[in-house]
Every structure is written in structure tokens, then in C-alpha cells.
């Protein structure tokens, strides 16, 4: 079955950065367009960043654009979310996605 496990969340200072991890497995994966969303409290759920198949399109939010770069490694069935000069509004519970799959989520928490 689907399996979509994302890794790499944690506590980082303002200006500081992470790399997310979402392990795939289930699927033809380099098949499949991935995204990235988020979740902060109290707000509905947001789409961060997909990247294309083979990894030669990428879109992003507006408000992530020039500081977060989702990227895939299809022979490790992996997709990718580097996360730089990170704000406190990034702090979110943040998502991978394949079709209507979910992982269960990495908290990313921004603050001194």
C-alpha cells in the first residue's frame, strides 16, 4: 500500500534552516508529481511547493518563493523540502502528497 513518511521537522531559530525528508514506497514514484503542504494552527491546510516527475518542473507559494526548494531523488523514492532563512509564520506541520495520500506529518517550529 501507499506509504508517504516524512522526517526532518524540528525547533530551528529565525534565519535558520531545515531539510525535510518523505520517504515513498507503494508506487511508481518517479511516475508521479510529489508536493509539499503545511498546517498552522488554526489555519487550513496549504499547498508549499510540487515538483514534476523527473524533477524538471517546480512551483512554489508565494510566500515561500526564493528560500524553500523542493527537489526528488527517484532512485531513493524521496522528495525533498530544503528550507532556508525560515520565518516564525513557516511554523507548521508540513505534509507530503501523492494524489489523495498523505504522510502523517513533521512539526517545523520557527522561534527564538
Known amino acids: 500500500q501507499v506509504q508517504l513518511v516524512e522526517s526532518g521537522g524540528g525547533l530551528v531559530q529565525p534565519g535558520g534552516s531545515l531539510r525535510l525528508s518523505c520517504a515513498a514506497s507503494?508506487?511508481?514514484?518517479?511516475?508521479?508529481?510529489m508536493s509539499w503542504y503545511r498546517q498552522a494552527p488554526g489555519k487550513e491546510r496549504e499547498l508549499v511547493a510540487t515538483?514534476?516527475?523527473?524533477?524538471?518542473?517546480?512551483t512554489y507559494a508565494d510566500s515561500v518563493k526564493g528560500r524553500f526548494t523542493i527537489s526528488r531523488d527517484n532512485a531513493e523514492n524521496t522528495v525533498y523540502l530544503q528550507m532556508n532563512s525560515l520565518k516564525p509564520e513557516d511554523t507548521a506541520v508540513y505534509y507530503c502528497r501523492y494524489n489523495n495520500y498523505w504522510g502523517q506529518g513533521t512539526q517545523v517550529t520557527v522561534s527564538s
Open positions: 515538483i514534476s516527475p523527473a524533477g524538471l518542473s517546480t
Open positions: 507503494g508506487f511508481s514514484f518517479r511516475h508521479y508529481a
